[in-house]
């Protein structure tokens, strides 16, 4: 579990200068929306301004940016942070028991923010599996369409050519019937 294991990371975990420098890149350009800059993970963060704008570059609709930016009262965005993220697992609950916004140290903020990283990849896999399986679907019913267009055109050529012979059939019997008008007038002709 993902998240679990996040959450368990202590203070004193090793978490690699690679994925830091991405996590730290990745909360930036969630913040470039917003003309919020931040360069670590200490007091970029203290006023909540930066958390609830990640979470807000991710999930649009959730807050009003200007609210979060006006506001001055920290415990407020952190508040609305806190509540955002204990809807998604009770592994937050605990999480949050211990967390201290006044006074946190970065890893814990790094575990949170690692967590919602991961978490926002792995919605993102899923959309792109579930796209996968919608063209995969959409091909499928389009094959299957193209086999029901294809037998409707061998219908349609296999009347038209019925058409054609009734046509031509027509116009034989056009032939005859005129052949024997044409000699039944000649026979009347040559009987008076």
Known sequence: ?????????NSNSNIEENEFSILLKWCKNCLLKFNYT?????????N?????GIILANFPN????????????EQINWESAIMFFRTFDDSFKQFF????????ESTQLIQLLLWFYYY????????????????????????????????????????????INSEKNLRFES??????ESQFLYLDKISK
């Open 38 to 46: 931040i360069s670590n993970f200490e007091n970029d963060f203290k």
């Open 1 to 9: 579990n993902t998240t679990a294991t996040i959450l368990n990371l």
């Open 48 to 52: 909540g301004k930066a958390i609830c």
């Open 120 to 163: 926002l990849d792995k919605k993102l896999k899923e959309k792109k599996l579930g796209e996968e399986m919608d063209i995969l679907k959409l091909q499928e019913n389009l094959q299957n369409l193209s086999f029901e267009i294809n037998y409707v055109r061998e219908q349609l050529a296999t009347t038209q050519n019925q058409l």
């Open 175 to 180: 032939e005859k019937r005129k052949n024997f």
């Open 62 to 73: 959730l807050f009003d940016w200007q609210q979060i930016q006006n506001c001055e009262n």
């Open 97 to 104: 028991n211990s967390f201290d916004y006044q006074n946190f």
